[in-house]
């Protein structure tokens, strides 16, 4: 088998530890990749706000797809290189729906410039009690820089609720989710870690048969669909199994390491 040009793979559940870190042995794996010049782009539902510790890790080459593909960060520069954001008329108008078909949605958003929320949005998480985020009713925070409208409800199971929505707003936006809480992840329409991903690989002269991908949650799927080669970590959502190439190891015992270090032939991804 001819070794992958492209390494893409998700963070959490996948590349990183349960404490969120990357690993000794995994950035060894990954600096050895980056000095041979095989590019490794991390493809994450993360907003730009919650990679700032991982950003070391990414390598010389320099760029990480955000928030399930609304963004390509460009790392060495610190900025943001494109933004694939929700037309505020159509934000608004996917709000409404939820309101009206399952009433006690709530909002936050994503943006290219931070997080804003509305005032009930997960009110008991900490970071939301920053007094730096953006509290308002919905209608007063949108604008033109959303990349990812986040839903939530208090009262209904998550794969159920996330389904429920997926049915209300149909093809208008893309929704997935990624955690295990009741919070459905809402994209323009078109938008996925793959359709993004294909752009950057286009953009380094390499199509899917170049690359392979790792996840382990359901906003991965696209993503391992169109990868040419795909693994699943062993502790990946049953969907996710079902779909990708190859399983890989629990994301606890650097599965995404163990299988580089095979397909490229490296030292430093054995197992010690």
Known sequence: ??????????????????????????????DELDAAGVPVVFTTGRPIRWMEELWEAVGGHGLA?????????????????????????VL?????RLRADLPGTVFALE???????EPDFMPRLAVNLAPDVPT?????????????????????EPEPYWELVAGALGEQVVTTWSSVGTLVEISAAGVTKASTLATVAAGMGLGPADVVAFGDMPNDLPMLEWAGTSYAMANAHPTVRELADHLAPHHD???????????FGLSSGLPR
């Open 1 to 30: 088998m001819t070794a992958p040009r492209l390494v893409a793979t998700d963070l959490d559940g996948t590349l990183l530890g349960s404490e969120g870190r990357v690993s000794a042995r995994t950035r060894a794996v990954l």
């Open 65 to 89: 797809i955000c928030s399930n593909g609304g963004i390509v960060y460009d790392v060495a520069r610190r900025e943001v290189r494109t933004a694939r954001t929700i037309p505020a008329e």
């Open 92 to 96: 608004l108008e996917v709000a409404a």
């Open 111 to 117: 943006k290219t410039t931070g997080f804003a929320k």
């Open 136 to 156: 308002a009713p919905l209608e007063e925070l949108v604008d033109g820089d959303v990349v990812k409208l986040l839903a939530r409800h208090e009262d209904h």
């Open 253 to 263: 015992e650097d599965g995404v390491a163990t299988v580089l270090a095979d397909l």
